[in-house]
């Protein structure tokens, strides 16, 4: 697979101001600190994969409130600085973000710091990575990578693997049912030739981390209109809510693969095998 063997680096860069991408968390932070308290049970049988994605549970139910009181923390902290540390945001950045909460809302600080924290971090990151996304590009450098992750021998009970006769190896180790549904159709498939689950150390770097896309295709010459294609699967989209950091990362795989790529090649997040076929077709 061309696009695999490809192992020249790139570098990603963003451009923009200090405080006005964060007008969002300004918006975000002013609504009340919340929680969710879920109830589910386990079925009566589970497979391995479903255990590990989460499907062996059964949700029963959602209910979510807003915090009105909690025992207060003794413990002091360095608000700005801890936000500057967790968000690398400026001192000067975090304090002018914090300066617009309204003091209903700041006052929550004092009834559960903590919690007030973690929250007011992940906006903050969540609306950082929405901007970088917007303003980064990707640019190749000299650099290059080795191509051993395709190699390196790995230890893996066989038998919660599936036996596959077009991955690059025998067997293929899913992380959930999803993905296992997948294989089993992509295996099947009279128009793929060969695919690989990538491994865990095949990373795109982006501004919030690295990535780490599912799957390598490689499709019949002639039959669909993208040869190659590199995967990412994921449950029913139409109602998942992807985490920010997620998404983002996903926006940043699809500016890094159509920097290194041609019409040949494609990369987009799939439901199923019959939606990567659309896309292919």
Same mark, same amino acid.
């Given at each position: ?62 209910? /979510? ?108 180790? /899913? ?107």
């Amino acid at each position: 697979m061309p696009d695999l063997r490809r192992n020249h680096g790139l570098t990603g860069s963003h451009r923009f101001g200090d405080l006005a991408p964060y007008e969002n968390a300004l918006f975000l932070l002013h609504h009340s600190l919340q929680y969710t308290v879920t109830e589910g049970e386990q079925k009566d049988e589970g497979s391995y994969d479903e255990i590990r994605s989460g499907d062996a549970f059964r949700l029963r139910s959602n209910v /979510t409130s807003h915090l009105t009181s909690t025992a207060r923390s003794a413990v002091k902290y360095d608000l700005v600085g801890k936000l500057a540390e967790t968000t690398q945001l400026t001192r000067k950045t975090v304090a002018a973000i914090l300066s617009g909460i309204s003091p209903a809302v700041f006052a929550q600080f004092r009834t559960n710091p903590e919690d007030f924290l973690l929250q007011a971090a992940r906006i903050m990151n969540e609306q950082k990575a929405t901007v970088i996304v917007e303003h980064l590009t990707y640019n190749p450098t000299d650099d290059t990578h080795s191509l051993d992750i395709f190699t390196q021998a790995k230890k893996e009970d066989l038998s919660k693997g599936f036996k596959a006769n077009r991955h690059i190896y025998d067997y293929v180790f /899913t992380d959930s049912g999803v993905e296992r549904t997948f294989v089993g159709e992509l295996d099947a498939s009279a128009e793929v030739v060969v695919y690989a689950k990538l491994p865990r150390t095949f990373l795109i770097p982006t501004p919030v981390g690295n990535y780490n896309p599912d799957w390598a295709i490689a499709f019949q010459q002639g039959k669909v209109k993208h040869v190659y294609f590199i995967a990412e699967t994921k449950g029913d989209i139409s109602t998942m809510q992807l985490r920010k950091i997620e998404d983002s990362k996903i926006e940043c795989a699809r500016k890094f693969f159509a920097k290194i790529t041609s019409d040949q090649v494609r990369y987009d997040v799939v439901t199923n095998y019959g939606k990567l076929m659309e896309l292919v077709k």
